[in-house]
């Protein structure tokens, strides 16, 4: 049974927004009640580049949502991504009141406040503080201090900063689109909501997000968050490389990359000098006409150019100091990880365990939302629903006198119709 509570998350990625309207079931999955997704237009590497053109997108998005399930959309939990993102770890000390020693949601405040206050960057925002542990009267490892009596409250807390413009663009798109913001939130946090498993967070994990434009990655390790980063790159510098190496319009080497892409060249395979049919493969060219490239050589660009992000992903993860913490490795999700052999790449680049995450948790529609590319998305909306009190108004997202338009059934279809 549903809880009745829904919320509302919009993913607005570098190749596509993804709005869905979820509730909370009473067993702990997520039931996805709506889905609307639109080709995003405005975005390069996970930031906007033209605000018209991705508030289009979104209202787009929306609009979808709302028609297939039968809620008006007011407010949404949004993510963010973008190389502007920076993370940090900083501790914050406060003095409980002798008269009211009792702990507040407001002095969980003043202590993660204080646990943030590390020198900003010129135009940079605070976006989360996310607590890892507290310390209260030198007692270590207490989870939620709220209700407990004391004299000295400590926080140990992860700190995830952005460029204020970039942040604002992304409001302002949500703004002309005619929806209010819940909350933003870093990819790499929302797929990690929806990939990881618990036991993985407890060994310690990288939670590598690869998409279009971005890779999103997120370290936890015993469970709480240490290091997020974003690179700016993705699927699309592979489309890019297969396009000017291969000769061919942008769209087809993404056509070629989707249906016949593989992360590492298939073992035996030829060249494509005098070799056989099943060797080659026949792309649009820019005239139209059908032109025929190497199977190998096609192969060969994208395992070249993902061996360049995995190592730079390695990188990452050595210069934050978690790379030698990760027993449960790296789970890959985003459009990208469909790459048939791509956690087999990464283990051999990065050196540890690898696997496809895709969203857990899932009911109903959530099928249609199965693949890693809907981490992200999925993640989101798992988030609002952990964050939002049950006995809170159901503001967010509000159910219109209509009937829902389309049974299961028929949304899966329509999904399918827009899935590429
Ligand atoms: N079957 C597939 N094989 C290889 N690549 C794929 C496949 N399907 C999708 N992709 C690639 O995945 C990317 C899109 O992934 P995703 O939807 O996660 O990105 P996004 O969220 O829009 O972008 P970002 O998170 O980088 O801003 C595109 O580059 C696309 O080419
Ligand atoms: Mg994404």
């Not at 979820?22 to 709506?34: C, H, K, P, Q, W």
């Not at 929306?62 to 973008?82: D, F, K, P, Q, T």
């Not at 490795?329 to 990464?346: D, F, H, M, S």
Request: charged share 20%; aromatic share 2%.
């Amino acid at each position: 049974m549903p809880s009745g509570h829904a919320v509302v998350a919009v993913d607005l990625g570098t190749s596509k927004a993804c709005a869905i309207v979820a509730e909370s079931l009473a067993d702990g999955r997520t039931a996805i009640v709506g889905v609307g997704l639109c080709p995003a237009q405005g975005m390069a590497k996970g930031v906007v580049t033209d605000l018209d053109e991705a508030s289009a997108t979104v209202a787009r998005a929306i609009e979808r949502a709302e028609r297939n399930s039968g809620y008006r959309i007011l407010s949404a939990y949004v993510s963010i991504s973008g190389a502007h993102l920076t993370s940090a770890n900083g501790r914050g000390v406060v003095a409980l009141p002798r008269q009211q020693p009792e702990i507040t949601p407001g002095e969980i405040s003043r202590v993660l406040a204080a646990a943030s206050a590390v020198p900003a960057l010129v135009n940079n925002e605070v976006l989360h503080v996310l607590p890892r542990t507290y310390t209260l009267d030198g007692q270590e490892g207490v989870a939620d201090p709220l209700g407990m009596i004391g004299t000295r409250l400590e926080v140990e807390a992860h700190i995830i900063s952005g460029s204020a413009t970039t942040i604002r663009n992304v409001s302002t798109v949500l703004e002309r689109a005619g929806v209010a913001i819940d909350e933003l939130v870093p990819e790499p946090l929302a797929a990690a909501d929806a990939a990881l498993t618990p036991a993985e967070r407890a060994m310690g994990v990288a939670l590598v997000d690869i998409g279009a434009g971005t890779t999103d990655i997120a370290v936890f390790v015993e469970d709480a968050i240490w290091h997020t980063a974003v690179l700016p790159l993705g699927g699309n510098h592979l489309t890019n490389d297969l396009s000017i190496v291969l000769q061919v319009p942008f769209e087809a080497a993404e056509q070629l990359k989707i249906t016949a892409g593989r992360a590492m060249p298939l073992p035996g395979v030829p060249d494509g000098h005098g070799a056989g049919d099943g060797d080659h493969l026949d792309v649009e060219g820019f005239d139209g006409a059908t032109q025929r490239v190497s199977r190998r050589v096609a192969h060969e660009v994208i395992e070249a150019r993902l061996e360049q992000l995995l190592t730079l992903v390695r990188k990452e993860l050595r210069e934050s100091g978690y790379d030698g913490a990760l027993p449960g490795g790296i789970v890959l999700t985003g459009g990208t990880a469909l790459l048939p052999e791509i956690a087999e790449l990464t283990r051999q680049v990065v050196g540890v365990r690898a696997r496809i995450g895709t969203p857990r948790r899932l009911a109903g529609l959530g099928e249609s939302l199965g693949g890693p590319a809907f981490a992200t998305a999925v993640g989101l909306a798992q988030w609002g629903l952990a964050r939002q009190r049950p006995s809170e108004p159901v503001r967010r997202a509000m159910r219109s006198s209509r009937e829902r338009r389309r049974s299961s059934r028929g949304l899966t279809g329509w999904l399918r119709e827009l899935l590429p």
